[in-house]
């Protein structure tokens, strides 16, 4: 029987106030996040703002709220949108990996994890998760973690069991903790780090997917 892939994306966030119904909100909401991304980036969390928001958007400040109470909510929604973006790309990645190859499959979502933290915008703060914030989205890793460990049983055609699921919270708690020392390190990240990172993981994965 297959597995599923856990393409799915995640459920609206629970501090968006109005899910978008018609195209045209849908695409002022998409604006919306885009400028608190490109924010982030410029002026970092602390000074962000839901009115620098809706300036670099070009809506008013009343379709911010229409969405989002605080920049807190907008900033949770970003994470969200981050997180299915992620789930997406590392599924194609995926893809290109052969059948059975765990190695293969464990470094597209390591190697996308990279892409993103160095080219997307406002990931470098608000990755799946609000730092400064823990309680808008508390258990960011463990959605990560599903959401990998659904795509790697996918491809190794093996069952979604409890065991599959605490190997993958662990190494994504693991490079989640060496990455952000790497990322201090270098704006791109040290090279030598993230080799030790891609090491730890082959390390650990192997006693069980060998």
Request: with cysteine; aromatic share 6%.
């Amino acid at each position: 029987m297959p597995h599923p892939d856990r393409r799915k994306p995640s459920p609206p966030p629970k501090t968006l106030r109005r899910v978008p119904v018609q195209e045209r909100s849908a695409e002022r909401l998409t604006r919306i996040l885009d400028a608190c991304a490109d924010l982030l980036d410029e002026v970092g969390y602390e000074e962000l703002s839901t009115r620098a928001v809706a300036v670099r958007a070009g809506v008013p400040i009343g379709s911010v709220y229409r969405f989002f109470g605080n920049k807190r909510a907008m900033t949770d929604a970003l994470a969200h949108r981050n997180l299915d973006a992620y789930g997406e790309r590392v599924a194609a990645r995926m893809a290109g990996v052969e059948g059975g190859d765990w190695r293969g499959a464990v470094d597209a979502a390591f190697d996308e994890y990279l892409a993103m933290k160095r080219t997307v915008p406002g990931f470098g703060l608000v990755d799946f998760g609000v730092p400064s914030a823990p309680d808008a989205m508390p258990d960011a890793n463990s959605d990560v973690a599903e959401r990998v460990a659904g795509l790697l049983a996918a491809h190794l055609d093996r069952p979604l069991d409890e065991k599959l699921r605490r190997m993958v919270l662990v190494g994504v708690e693991a490079v989640d903790a060496v990455l952000q020392l790497a990322f201090r390190a270098h704006p791109s990240g040290d090279p030598a780090l993230i080799d030790e990172t891609r090491t730890l993981l082959h390390s650990y994965f192997a006693g069980s997917l060998d």
